[in-house]
């Protein structure tokens, strides 16, 4: 071979590592970037998970007395149950240590979802008192109305139930993770 030819190979490899590279490097950085961009947002995701752990699992102990009368009262036909529950309202109230968490629950990662569903139940439950406390003093017309309200109150109060529940679980499925 004479030495434009060797030149020429040499020309071809040298293009051919550089190509490699030109193609190598970025997507390298990039595969880096991303798993430091994961990496950051499960830490914050566990940070939020923190912040959220124990006002949400003092909340579903404060309010077990409802989801235990639930329980107990299959569709609740009883106007002292839906009573007992209206007198003590308060109790369902959100923590504010949780409700000031509402603009970050995108940051949960996986288990945003689950936490806003509960912020949504929880308002849903709280625009619904007023119809609990109408059904509670006896302010419906007929027993039908008021058998249906008895339904509605319950679903509402079930679906909150079942909203803390699947909170409580993302929460505590993030924090497991290491």
Known sequence: MTSSEWAAWVQAVGSLIAITVAIYVPNAVQNRQEKIKREADRLLARDRALALVRPLKDWIQRTSPWSDALARCEPLADVMVIGWLVERFESLEMPPSLRQLEGRLHELGPAAEAMQNL?????MVVADRPAMVRY???DEADENEARILREQHASTLRNLFDAMSAGDQAVTQILAKK
């Open 136 to 138: 509670a003093l006896g």
């Open 119 to 123: 912020f949504y139940r929880h308002d």
